[in-house]
């Protein structure tokens, strides 16, 4: 049977990783395409547009979730005791 320290470790470090995934995913696109934007004579503006509007608005999204379901299970666990 696992101790209580290392469920806190493994629910930590899925946390951490859930958080580190979506900010990449949101985020790498648009460097992908802000980094070739360097080496191309001619960059099409509304993929550029369409990038940054999804990630400016996909981010702020998908980060409150996370964090509300971190703090509801913190809620009724505490709630349990």
Excluded: D, G, H
Excluded at 8 to 26: G, P
Excluded at 44 to 71: A, E, G, H, R
Aim: charged share 10%; proline share 6%; aromatic share 16%.
């Amino acid at each position: 049977m696992r101790s209580q320290v290392e469920s806190k470790y493994t629910a930590i470090t899925a946390q951490l990783s859930v958080l580190t995934s979506t900010i990449f995913l949101c985020w790498f696109p648009a460097n992908i395409i802000f980094v070739t934007a360097w080496y191309l004579e001619k960059y099409p503006l509304k993929l550029f547009y369409w990038t940054t509007v999804i990630v400016v608005f996909v981010n702020p999204i998908l980060i409150p979730p996370i964090f509300s379901i971190v703090c509801l299970k913190k809620l009724i666990k505490a709630n349990n005791n």
